[in-house]
T-cell receptor, first 112, second 114 residues
Framework: EPEVTQTPSHQVTQMGQEVILRCVPI?????FYWYRQILGQKVEFLVS????????KSEIFDDQFSVERPDGSNFTLKIRSTKLEDSAMYFC??????????FGQGTRLTVV | AQSVTQPDIHITVSEGASLELRCNYS??????LFWYVQSPGQGLQLLLK??????LVQGIKGFEAEFKRSQSSFNLRKPSVHWSDAAEYFC????????????FGTGTRLQVFP
């Protein structure tokens, strides 16, 4: 059964450094998403991506965040200058019209 | 404001007991409704979904949920809980289309005692 794959599973980075979180969605998905979950809190929407552009973003998704799907398979989330409060589990998801979103296992980002 | 409410933060049940997890939403129209489960350190697994039609939906692992439009609720149920059901359960809604962003509730942590 196809699945959404995220790498790495855990990343530790120093404050101020750039990180790139990677996701390989299911091949026939058209819509892509990033969500995050700060420890002990609920899952929050960051951004949705369709037809090679951002379709919606939340207030959390400020200028330090960016997404791209450079080669038609990988879907990446870049955090340009990480802050302590960016520490969270980041989930990638994908979907098609009239189906549910399929989530990856997540990348745990720890900013020290 | 649009919102999803899971009133129970933490529920403890004995193995074999029945379970109901509550979820209420606040939207103008009926959204698409989902229940996801998250085991410790794991990702989000879809248990079941409601898009339209029969208001009682069956999911994986013996779970079911009932959509009640009059109560704006989508409660999750299981007749007999297993120890492996211990996890965090999230109700989520997609406000307009199935491909809309998901709005998650705060989650309900389920503990199961033998």
């Amino acid at each position: 059964e196809p699945e959404v794959t995220q790498t790495p599973s855990h990343q530790v980075t120093q404050m101020g450094q750039e990180v790139i979180l990677r996701c390989v969605p299911i091949s026939n998905h058209l819509y892509f998403y990033w969500y995050r979950q700060i420890l002990g809190q609920k899952v929050e929407f960051l951004v949705s991506f369709y037809n090679n552009e951002i379709s919606e973003k939340s207030e959390i998704f400020d200028d330090q965040f960016s997404v791209e799907r450079p080669d038609g398979s990988n879907f990446t989330l870049k955090i340009r200058s990480t802050k302590l409060e960016d520490s969270a589990m980041y989930f990638c998801a994908g979907g098609r019209p009239n189906t549910e979103a399929f989530f990856g296992q997540g990348t745990r980002l720890t900013v020290v | 404001a649009q919102s999803v409410t899971q009133p129970d933060i933490h529920i403890t049940v004995s193995e074999g007991a029945s379970l109901e997890l509550r979820c209420n939403y606040s939207y103008g129209a009926t959204p698409y409704l989902f229940w996801y489960v998250q085991s410790p350190g794991q990702g989000l697994q879809l248990l079941l979904k409601y898009f339209s039609g029969d208001t009682l939906v069956q999911g994986i692992k013996g779970f079911e949920a009932e959509f009640k439009r009059s109560q704006s609720s989508f409660n999750l149920r299981k007749p007999s809980v297993h120890w492996s059901d211990a996890a965090e359960y999230f109700c989520a809604v997609a406000p307009g289309r199935s491909t809309d962003k998901l709005i998650f509730g705060t989650g309900t942590r389920l503990q199961v005692f033998p």
